[in-house]
C-alpha cells in the first residue's frame, strides 16, 4: 500500500505558502496605495487591481502547459518556480520606492514607474504559478493527491497569516500615512527562503519518475480516453459537462470572494473606522479557523462526498456575506461579532477550496496536470478580472453598502451551477489517517 510521504509534500507547499503570503500583501496594500497615495477612484483602483487576473487569463494556461513539456536537470516546474521568484522579490523592493517617492514629489514619473514596475511584479508571479501548484499532483500519486491537496491548502493558509500577523502587529495605528517598505522586504524573504528549501531539499525529477511509473501501472485511475489513431486524449462527453460546470462554479465563487477580500481594508476603515491592523485581523480571523477546520471539514466531506460538502461552504459563505451586509447598519467600530462571523467565512472558504482544485486535475493524465491547473486558473481569473472593476464601480457609485451584497450573489450563482455536476463524487470511505480527512479521493 502506497503511502504519502508528508515531509515532502509540505516542503512542497513550500511554493504554494510563498505565493499566498504574496497575494495577501498584494490584495492588502496595493489597493491603499492607489487611492491614499495616487488619490484613485475606486473605479480606476478596481481597474488597476484586475490586471493581476488579466496577465493571468492568458499566461498561466499557456505557462502551466508549457512547464508540462519543459524537461531540465532540475525537473518541469523548478525552472518556473526558481525564476519566477527571483524577478518577483527584485521587483517588490522596488515597488514601495516610487510610492514613497510620490508621496514626497506628486510627480507623473513615479506613477508611471510604480504602474510599470506593478506589472512587471505580477508578470514574475505569473510565471510561476501554474507550475507551482502543478508541482504537488506531479510528485504525488492519483490516490494520495487528496490528502496532498490538503497539505498544499495548510501551507498556503500559512503564507497568508504569517503575513496577516506581522502587518497586524506592524500597522496599528489609524488615519497615518503608512511606508510599506519594511513589508514588502519581510514577504520578499519569506518567499526567497520558502522557495530555496524547496529546491535544496527535493529532487523534482526522481519523485514525478515515480509517480510516472505508479499511473503508468494503474490506468483505471484515469479518465481521460486515449485515441490511439489520433494519439491524443480526450474526455468523455458527460464528463466533459461536469468539468465545464465546476469550472463555472469556481469563476463564480472566486468573483463573489475576490470583490470582498480585495476591498474589505478600504470597506472597514471607512464603513466601520477601523485600523488597518483591525481589518487584517478579521481576515486573519478567517485564515486560522480555516487551518483549525481543514480536518472535521474534512470528516463531514468524506461521509457525505465533495460535492455536498463545497454545497454546504457555498451556502455558508453567501450567508455570511448578507450578515456583513447587516452589519453594516449596526456596526460602528470593531464589535466581538465580526469575530463569529469571519469564523464561517473561514470554514467556509477552506470547505470550497480544499474540495475543488482535485476535482479538475485528477480527470487527466499526469502529464497534463499542468494544463489542466491552467484551466483552473483561467476560470478564477478571467471572473476576477470582472469582479474589482465591477464592485469597484458600485463603491463608487451606489455606496460602499453593495460590496457584501454583491459577494453573496455570485457566490449563489455558484450553488446553482455546482448542482449541475455529476462527476467526480463517488462516496468515499472514512479514511482511517485523520490527515486524510481534510480531503477526499474521488
Known sequence: M???????????????????????????????????????????????????????LFLLPVLGALSDKKNTKIGKRMPFIISGT??????????????????????????????????????????????????????????????????????????????????????RQKNVRYDYQAIFIIVAVIMVVSVAALFMLVNEPQCAKEVEEYEAAHPEDILEVKDEEHHTTYLPREVKRSLIFILLSIALWFAGYNAVTTAFSKYAILE?????????????????????????????????????SIIFGVILLSACFLAGFILNYVLDGFSPVLIV????????????????LPMVVEMCRGSDVGKYTGYYYTCSMAAQIITPILSGALLEHVGYWTLFPYGSFFVFLALITMLQVKHGDNKPVLPKDKLEMLDVDD
Open 86 to 171: 527571483a524577478m518577483a522579490v527584485i521587483f517588490m523592493v522596488v515597488l514601495p520606492v516610487f510610492d514613497n517617492g510620490y508621496y514626497k514629489d506628486p510627480s507623473t514619473v513615479y506613477l508611471v514607474g510604480f504602474l510599470a514596475v506593478l506589472g512587471l511584479l505580477l508578470i514574475s508571479m505569473a510565471l510561476y504559478r501554474s507550475p507551482a501548484v502543478a508541482l504537488m499532483p506531479d510528485v504525488t500519486p492519483k490516490p494520495l493527491r487528496s490528502k496532498g491537496n490538503a497539505i498544499i491548502n495548510l501551507m498556503g493558509s500559512v503564507g497568508g497569516i504569517l503575513y496577516l500577523i506581522i502587518s497586524s502587529l506592524m500597522f
Open 272 to 308: 466601520w473606522d477601523m485600523s488597518l491592523g483591525s481589518a487584517n485581523l478579521c481576515i486573519t480571523i478567517a485564515m486560522a479557523v480555516a487551518i483549525v477546520s481543514y480536518i472535521p471539514i474534512g470528516e463531514v466531506a468524506s461521509r457525505v462526498g465533495r460535492k455536498k
Open 2 to 56: 502506497i503511502k504519502l510521504n508528508y515531509k515532502r509534500t509540505f516542503i512542497v507547499g513550500l511554493a504554494f505558502m510563498s505565493i499566498c503570503a504574496f497575494w495577501q500583501l498584494y490584495d492588502n496594500v496595493v489597493p491603499l496605495i492607489l487611492k491614499n497615495t495616487f488619490h484613485m477612484s475606486d473605479t480606476w483602483s478596481g481597474v488597476i487591481m484586475a490586471l493581476d487576473n488579466v496577465i493571468a
Open 341 to 356: 462571523v469571519f469564523s464561517l467565512i473561514g470554514i467556509a472558504w477552506a470547505t470550497i477550496n480544499v474540495n475543488s
